[in-house]
Each structure stands twice: as C-alpha cells, then as structure tokens.
C-alpha cells in the first residue's frame, strides 16, 4: 500500500478550484462566449484522428489552470509512468497494469515480473492472424467439412461488452458472409435464441474469460458444447468448434479445449481494457487481420498522446479533468454518453462496464474512505433516438447532466444526404443545451406570456463534442483508448484503484449459496432474511 498521501480536498489546487467553483457557479456560457471571440477556436484539442471541442464547458482559462494544477499535485504525470512502464499500479490485486502493451509495437520492450511482455503480445497476435484468416477463407472446418459461416462469442462483461461494441462498431468492415453472435446471459433465453436458425457443423464457439471460471460463462459454454455434439455426435469435433480465449490455460484444459485452440492473455490486462487482446479475436475474424492492426494502430496513437502531450493539450486529461471538475464541485451525478452514429450503438453499454466498474469506489489507495463523489452514472442512447426520448430533461430538468458529442465528418453509408440532416442534429443539441432560450426572446417570437416558461431553455448546461473525420478501425480505437485514460485520470485524481473490482464480488458469493436453495427437491432450511426468504419460497411455489 502506498503511504497516506495529502488527502485530495486539502491540496491547494482542489480549495482554490472549489472557491472558483464559486465565482463560476453563475456565469452562463452565453456570457463566456460573447466576451471571448476565440472561445470556440481556443479551447480545443486534436490528437489521434479526434478533434476535441471542449468550449461549451462552464469554464475560462483559469478553470483548465487550476485543473491541471490538481493533476500534477496529485503526481498524474508520475501515475501514466508507472502504469506505461508496468508498475504494480494495481495495488489490491498485485498487478501491473499494462493494456498499452497489447498495442505496443514489435520492436519495443516492457517488462512485468521480468518478462518482456510485448513479445508474448505479438506472438498471440500473429496466431490469431493465422486462425483467423483460415475461418475468414473457409480453409478452416468444421467436423463434416462445411466451411464455418456461423461465430459465437461467449463471454460475459469485459470478455462481451468489448467483442459486440466492436463488432457493431465496425460492422461496414466486417466479412459479410459470416454472422457474427455474442451471448453473455445466464438466462438460457440468450444461447437458445442466438442459436435457434443455426446448424451446429458450421458454428463456431469462441469461449472468452480471462478466469474461466465465470459461472454465466462456464454455464453457456457447456450449453454450447451439448448443443454442438448433439447434431455431431462425436467429442472429437469439440477441436473444429470451440476455441477459448483465457488467461487461465489450466482451466480451458479441464473443459476439454486443447492448446492449439487457447489464444492467451495475462493477468495484467484487466477485463474491460481486454477488447485488443486476444479477447478481441472475434473482432478480428470479422474484421480481418490488417484492419485489427490498424485498429490497435489507432489505440497506440492515442497511448503516445497522453503519455507525452502536456495537460492542457491531452485529451483524455482534460475529458478526465472535465468530469472532475462536474462531479466534485457542481454535483454532477450522471453524464451522458451520444454518438451520432448508429454504428456505436452499443458504445454507451460498452463505457458503462470501462467507467464505473473501474472508478465505481469509496476507499482510497490508502484503505480509506473517500470524502468526495467519484464516478457518475454513465449512460446514452445513440443520437438522434436519444431526442425523441430523454432529451427533454437535458435540455429542462433538473439535474445538470453533462453529454459527450461523437459525430463524423464522413459517414460511411450516405444516403440522400442524410448525414447532414444527423450532423446538423448533433451541432444544433449542442447550441440549445449551450444557450437556451430566454423568456423574452420565447415571448418575442409571439408566445404568449403564460406559455413562454415551459417554451424557453435556461441553457447554460455543458458539452464536449468530439469531431472525428471517419469511423475506421484506427477511429474506433483512438476513441476506446481516449476513455479508457479519462477514467484513468479521473482515478488518479480520486486516489482509487482502477483497476479492481471487489464490488462484483459479493453478489456473486450469495448466488453461489442460493442456488443449492433453489435446486433442492425438499423444502430448503433458510437463513436470510424475512424479505429474501420469502422471495424463495414463492419462487419456489410457483416455478413449475
Ligand atoms: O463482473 C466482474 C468481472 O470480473 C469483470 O471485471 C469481467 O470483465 C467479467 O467479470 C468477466 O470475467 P471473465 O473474463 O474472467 O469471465
């Protein structure tokens, strides 16, 4: 354990923030902008492929001043070294904690426990090269010979949100001949609706969990595995239909996958940063192998920048910062996440398991109770679906929310124009949640006065909009990488560990302990409490 550290809201950089907090807390963004012509130009940002228009946000030059001052009282620069050179960083869990070593190139070296960890990383990355052109060429078959048309995912959290926000994301790129599926419930509904029209000789199960112990995983992976040889009868065509990703070789043996069809990760690559591992191998079959390079490409661009950029330039110290900034001192407890394309569907899913399995915390690294707000509750809905819905309370309720802007210049399926209309969407949200509508200028538009209140937007509610010219594997992976060291940042800032997650934990404990409650034919002896117990027992009633 580190050694107790200055805590955070005695650092001079946090007191002076929060007696700025109260010289901001009243100035609109309509004022910041008419003093400040420039203000739309200057607070940007541009790295990896991703403008960052941060101008919309309730602050002045001062405000990025004295952030940055808290991210160097609170060692940040110090912090991105010794997660890059792969420092224990990940105290609870004794690990290093080196995701940017999955998109380190060939010719570089990082060592954890000695081992020079980029080499293993391309030698797993070439293997899967291999295995997935043969699926993607057909030379790779099934038991009776057919050619595998059919790939299913089975994982759960990071070894599921990564693989089908991926897959969706860059679905323009991917082999389209093939179907690609992910099942990640427990509720037998997800495996029996995902393979209800397929034909087992052509299905391929990609089994992925860094533990391989995962019950929901292990659970499907078994459903997997009677619903394949029930139609190939024979154990031997468990080798032509599964493969397993895992950082658990021993367990993958035991169920019966042999290591000619293990793709490996390591302990320090922790399960929601695990999409460009080997995790990432269904990604890459759809994609192919030079497109999952150039995507790795995109991540590693975005690594260099904010391991060198200095704070005011970086992007993800300054997204971090931002939401620093909101949750901490305006009380912000939700932001919103809203890529204006439908690709990224799944994006905002895909953030919730990054951001708040990763800085969802209390305790300190120092084992002690935080005494500020750390992670919000992230969310989103692709644009412009979110505006027919939850819009309104953006835009009139009464909570602050801050909302991250993803659009593209290019779109890759252009329709009639429709893109401008969509873009045209997101820069006008933007503007209103900026600047509102006053009462008068609602009433000078000839509403009447009793109408006018519920017609004018106070505005004044903030924004980043990140402007990225074309969704591509390199994109796509810059972006990834841009959230993945805001959170890190945000981390850093808190004083947390990011990178574990013991708060999953007793959940998982209790079920393990009900579920002989629920199988058992005779009437179970039940010692929870009266809530619980009786939620059993009429379960129980009335299952069959
Ligand atoms: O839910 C907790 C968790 O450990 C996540 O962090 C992880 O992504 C998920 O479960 C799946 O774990 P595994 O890849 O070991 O099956």
Known sequence: MNAVSQPLTERPAWKALAAHYQAMRNIHLRQLFAGDSGRGKRLAAEAAGIYLDYSKNRITDETIQLLVQLADECRLRDRIDAMFSGDKINVTERRAVLHTALRAPKDEQIFADGVDVVAEVHEVLDRMSVFSQQVRDGQWLGYTGKRIKNVINIGLGGSDLGPVMAYEALHYYSQRDMRFLFVSN????????????????????????????????????????????????????????????????????????????????????????????????????????????????????????????????????????????????????????????????????????????????????????????????????????????????????????????????????????????????????????????????????GTPDWLAPHRSFEGNRPTNTLLVERLTPQTLGALIALYEHSVFTQGVIWHINSFDQWGVELGKVLAQRMIPELESASEPQLNHDSSTNTLIRRYRQFRA
């Open 186 to 445: 427990v509720d037998g509904t997800d495996f029996v609706e995902a393979t209800r029209y397929l034909n087992p000789e052509e299905t391929l199960f990609i089994i992925c969990s860094k533990t391989f112990t995962t019950l929901e995983t292990m659970v499907n992976a078994h459903a997997a595995r009677a619903w394949s040889l029930r139609k190939l009868g024979s154990e031997e065509a468990v080798s032509r239909h599964f493969v397993a990703v895992s950082a658990n070789p021993e367990e993958v043996a035991k169920f019966g996958i042999g290591e000619a069809n293990q793709f490996g990760f390591w302990d320090w690559v922790g399960g929601r940063y695990s999409m460009d591992s080997a995790i990432g191998l269904s990604t890459m079959i759809a994609i192919g192998p030079e497109n999952f390079r150039s995507m790795l490409a995109g991540f590693r661009a975005m690594d260099e920048h904010f391991r060198t950029a200095p704070f005011e330039r970086n992007l993800p110290a300054l997204m971090g910062l931002l939401s620093v900034w909101y949750i901490n001192f305006f009380g912000v407890q939700t932001m919103a996440v809203l890529p204006y394309e439908q690709y990224l569907k799944y994006f905002p899913s895909y953030l919730q398991q990054l951001t708040m399995e990763s800085n969802g915390k209390h305790i300190t690294l120092d084992g002690l109770p935080v005494d500020y707000h750390t992670a919000p509750v992230y969310w989103g809905e692709p644009g412009t679906n979110g505006q027919h819905s939850f819009y309104q309370l953006l835009h009139q309720g009464m909570q602050l929310i801050p909302c991250d802007f993803i659009g593209f210049c290019q779109t890759l399926n252009p329709v009639n124009g429709q893109h401008d209309l969509l873009m045209a969407n997101l820069f006008a949200q933007t503007e209103a949640l900026a600047f509102g509508k006053t009462e008068q200028e609602v009433k000078t538009e």
